[in-house]
């Protein structure tokens, strides 16, 4: 027998706290624990302002813990770290630079040999469905196409961690599905380790192996959901008896927090 994997991701009793300008302190995040397995998919879904960019944000050591640790692969955070993508809420391209040139930023701030990376990015550019698209500027794109643009420059130094915080949470819905099934194509051809945060409890469901839910600020984790569904999935998955099951159960914890708020 096997002992269990260690987590590749292990957030350990992490809590965080913000100072306002009056010196009050805002509690974000209270003893939050989370492990996340290697190659696994994970989404946090919870209520608005409960930490879950925060959290996104301290993995990618762009924010220092107030309490608690954050390992990846056993080693703590200090800083930011070349093995992990992020994509947040609003692609941020730069403007002034064609598609091609921003997918290939991540490249140049790590100084990757530029033949290769040419290629590589060229390759994602496909990946994504934005091949076509190389010498375009960001303002000739529609939304879901930038966010695809931002996808592939976060995979462009081929980080192990792909974090993304509600990345199509301003697309239309149809734009939305199918970038949904977009996105699970290109984890199954690339295998990553995804934390996605998002709003949409379909959305988790459709994507994830497990769900986290966070309660209101402070944030924790409430409840960890496993989402026994085969893949590859695909739009009929939302017709799958355990994904309705699964909904319905996420459904009533968002209504008891409603309730709770009252
Ligand atoms: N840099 C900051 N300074 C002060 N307060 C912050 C800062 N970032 C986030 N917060 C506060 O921390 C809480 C959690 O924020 P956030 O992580 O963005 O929540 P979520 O992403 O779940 O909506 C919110 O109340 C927010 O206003
Ligand atoms: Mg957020």
């Given at each position: 027998?096997?002992?269990?994997?260690?987590?590749?991701?292990?957030?350990?009793?992490?809590?965080?706290q913000?100072?306002?300008?009056?010196?009050?302190?805002?509690?974000?995040?209270?003893?939050?624990?989370?492990?996340?397995?290697?190659?696994?998919?994970?989404?946090?879904?919870?209520?608005?302002?409960?930490?879950?960019?925060?959290?996104?944000?301290?993995?990618?050591?762009?924010?220092?813990?107030?309490?608690?640790?954050?390992?990846?692969?056993?080693?703590?955070?200090?800083?930011?770290?070349?093995?992990?993508?992020?994509?947040?809420?609003?692609?941020?391209?730069?403007?002034?630079?064609?598609?091609?040139?921003?997918?290939?930023?991540?490249?140049?701030?790590?100084?990757l040999?530029?033949?290769?990376?040419?290629?590589?990015?060229?390759?994602?550019?496909?990946?994504?469905?934005?091949?076509?698209?190389?010498?375009?500027?960001p303002?000739?794109?529609?939304?879901?196409?930038?966010?695809?643009?931002?996808?592939?420059?976060?995979?462009?130094?081929?980080?192990?961690?792909?974090?993304?915080?509600?990345?199509?949470?301003a697309?239309?819905?149809?734009?939305?599905?199918?970038?949904?099934?977009?996105?699970?194509?290109?984890?199954?051809?690339?295998?990553?380790?995804?934390?996605?945060?998002?709003?949409?409890?379909?959305?988790?469901?459709?994507?994830?192996?497990?769900?986290?839910?966070?309660?209101?600020?402070?944030?924790?984790?409430?409840?960890?959901?496993?989402?026994?569904?085969?893949?590859?999935?695909?739009?009929?998955t939302?017709?799958?008896?355990?994904?309705?099951?699964?909904?319905?159960?996420?459904?009533?914890?968002?209504?008891?927090?409603?309730?709770?708020?009252?």
């Open positions: 027998m096997t002992a269990v994997a260690r987590p590749l991701i292990d957030i350990r009793d992490v809590r965080k913000f100072r306002s300008r009056s010196g009050t302190f805002l509690e974000a995040l209270s003893d939050t624990s989370l492990a996340v397995q290697a190659k696994q998919f994970l989404c946090i879904v919870g209520p608005s302002g409960c930490g879950k960019s925060t959290l996104l944000r301290m993995i990618a050591g762009l924010e220092t813990v107030s309490g608690g640790t954050i390992e990846i692969d056993g080693v703590p955070i200090l800083g930011p770290r070349r093995d992990i993508g992020l994509v947040f809420q609003s692609p941020v391209l730069l403007p002034w630079r064609t598609v091609l040139k921003n997918v290939l930023v991540p490249a140049e701030v790590l100084k040999n530029s033949t290769s990376s040419q290629k590589r990015a060229h390759d994602l550019l496909k990946l994504v469905g934005l091949d076509g698209f190389a010498d375009r500027y303002d000739e794109l529609s939304g879901g196409m930038k966010q695809r643009a931002a996808i592939a420059r976060a995979l462009m130094h081929d980080p192990d961690i792909l974090l993304m915080d509600e990345p199509f949470g697309l239309d819905a149809l734009t939305r599905e199918a970038m949904n099934l977009e996105l699970l194509r290109i984890w199954q051809a690339s295998t990553k380790t995804v934390v996605l945060v998002t709003h949409s409890i379909e959305e988790a469901l459709l994507l994830s192996d497990r769900v986290a839910v966070f309660a209101p600020r402070p944030g924790f984790v409430r409840e960890l959901i496993d989402v026994p569904i085969a893949r590859p999935r695909s739009a009929a939302r017709s799958d008896p355990v994904f309705i099951r699964l909904a319905e159960k996420l459904r009533s914890y968002f209504e008891a927090d409603k309730d709770a708020g009252k």
